[in-house]
């Protein structure tokens, strides 16, 4: 009987099948821009939060001052009845409508005095509503020069990639850095 043949290790498929090698660079290219874009979307977020928190302020303070208009009619809807007070008690004859013109005038006169305390209230309350609103958009305008910073270098390291273009990553990773320090900056307010 014959033997049978031995089978030969058969050899791996030619390296035509396999994918081409990736360059070095283009590795950091798709790290660096995964790493802006997860920047940016924080960026994006924080800075709609603190415009939300601009709008909201916005609207109190709205209200503070059209409280304050509230009480300045109404005090001057006093101050117009005090002046007829102080006309009828010239005009009174008796010391009875004296004395009651006197009550009446004293309450006018602690009610007026009330309604200056009050609006001096709002008054502070207002301006201290719009001091914060102030910081609220200073941090909402740094977070979106930080959204648009990172959306350039995002932009510039993609397209550099796709036209094998290193200098042009290098671009973006400078527009990333500046989109970096905006974004810090929405964070502690550094300027």
């Not at 603190?50 to 009619?73: D, H, I, M, P």
Request: hydrophobic share 45%; proline share 5%.
């Amino acid at each position: 009987m014959a033997e049978p043949a031995r089978q030969q290790p058969t050899a791996p498929p030619p390296a035509a099948a396999a994918a081409p090698p990736r360059e070095r660079w283009t590795q950091w290219v798709a790290l660096t821009t995964t790493i802006l874009a997860v920047c940016a979307a924080i960026s994006a977020l924080k800075g709609g939060g603190y415009g939300t928190r601009v709008q909201l302020s916005t609207t109190q303070e709205a209200n503070q001052w059209s409280y304050f208009q509230s009480k300045s009619v109404k005090q001057h809807a006093v101050e117009l009845h005090r002046d007829q007070l102080e006309v009828l008690r010239l005009e009174a004859r008796s010391p009875e409508a004296q004395r009651v013109i006197d009550e009446r005038l004293a309450k006018a006169t602690a009610e007026i005095a009330r309604y200056d305390r009050e609006k001096n209230e709002i008054k502070a309350g207002a301006e201290a509503i719009q001091k914060d609103e102030g910081e609220l958009k200073r941090h909402s305008g740094a977070f979106g020069l930080a959204v648009m910073m990172l959306q350039i270098a995002i932009m510039l390291s993609s397209v550099g990639a796709l036209i094998k273009r290193p200098a042009m990553w290098v671009v973006g990773l400078v527009f990333g850095a500046v989109g970096l320090v905006y974004s810090a900056n929405g964070f502690w307010l550094f300027f």
